[in-house]
């Protein structure tokens, strides 16, 4: 918490206002399915986005966006209605695809046992330990559309290292040949 409020008070976030779920039926009301989250409200009060950090490429950014009052773009970013606009007519968003549920759910347990295996691996572990940032997840968004009753997914698995170029190497060289799936690859790396 100390660090997290540092970093506000240096970035000039006073403003915005801050949630941890930490003993709070936050998760509930807000149907938080995953950790880490992040919800991004609007200065009218709009979610303007929801979901894992991993598919915003800059949060600082978005947030300093809209701290100017300025409208979020790019992935898994709600656009403003638009005036005039019929807010009951459902547009699809870009990304999103059918998907066969029982396949999806086949994928994500050899993604678990691929994840199991990794954290046994002693070289695997002592190459993520130092590095400041290292995660491989993946986000399984849904929209359900009620006027056809389908639901379309957006299904991308988020490599994101950060570190030395050998660790990056090592630990990327195994993701790609051990995690496998039809899920969209968002590779984000930077060598230190």
Known sequence: MDAILKHV??????????????GSAASKIYS???VPHV????????IVFKGHPATRPDL?????????GEALTGDGAASAPKEGADESEEKIPEG???FDLENLNSEIEEFKKA?????AN?????????MPRKFCVIT???????????????????RVLVGKQESIDLLMGHFEENVKGSFEINKQTRAM
């Not at 002693?122 to 330990?129: M, T």
């Not at 056809?148 to 698995?157: A, D, E, P, Q, R």
Request: glycine content about 4%; proline content about 1%; aromatic content about 8%.
């Open 9 to 22: 008070e240096v970035k000039k976030w006073n403003s915005v206002e801050h949630y941890h779920r930490a």
């Open 32 to 34: 938080v399915n995953g």
């Open 39 to 46: 919800m991004l409200i609007d200065k009218t009060g709009r």
């Open 60 to 68: 600082e950014k978005d947030i300093d966006t809209l701290l100017k």
């Open 96 to 98: 999103l695809k059918e």
């Open 115 to 119: 994840c199991a295996a990794m954290t």
């Open 122 to 130: 002693s070289d695997l572990v002592a190459a993520a330990k130092e």
């Open 140 to 158: 399984l968004t849904q929209v359900y559309f009620p006027s056809t009753g389908k639901s379309l997914y957006k299904y991308v698995n988020h």
